[in-house]
Nanobody
Framework: QVQVTESGGELVQPGGSLRLSCEASGDIFTVNAMGWYRRTREKEREFVAQISKIGRNYGDFVKGRFTMSVDNDMTTGYLQMNDLEPEDTAVYYC??????????????WGQGTEVTVSS
């Protein structure tokens, strides 16, 4: 089993910045990808960002405002969010695809961390 834990969500004013963290632990042989998704009032699930062994990509709405980074083994990741807008208000979820020591790959999700952008 793998546990995924997000942190860092809070209330922030429009134009402000926030950094979210994601930690994966448990039976991990290798992390294939780590990513962020969010649930807004309008969308059940919206892709935010992902880093995998083959590259990095972002959702169209990001427009250079967010930057995702990970540590060397991708068990810890960060989402730096700048120039936040009220439309960024959402619950942000971390997603991890990892393989255990039997090389069985699965998807895991955290419980989410809430970001509220409001004055």
């Amino acid at each position: 089993q793998v546990q995924v834990t997000e942190s860092g969500g809070e209330l922030v004013q429009p134009g402000g910045s926030l950094r979210l963290s994601c930690e994966a632990s448990g039976d991990i042989f290798t992390v294939n990808a780590m990513g962020w998704y969010r649930r807004t009032r309008e969308k059940e699930r919206e892709f935010v960002a992902q880093i995998s062994k083959i590259g990095r990509n972002y959702g169209d709405f990001v427009k250079g405002r967010f930057t995702m980074s990970v540590d060397n083994d991708m068990t810890t990741g960060y989402l730096q969010m700048n120039d936040l807008e009220p439309e960024d208000t959402a619950v942000y979820y971390c997603h991890v695809n990892s393989a255990d020591h039997k090389l069985d790959s699965r998807n895991y999700w955290g419980q989410g961390t809430e970001v509220t952008v409001s004055s």
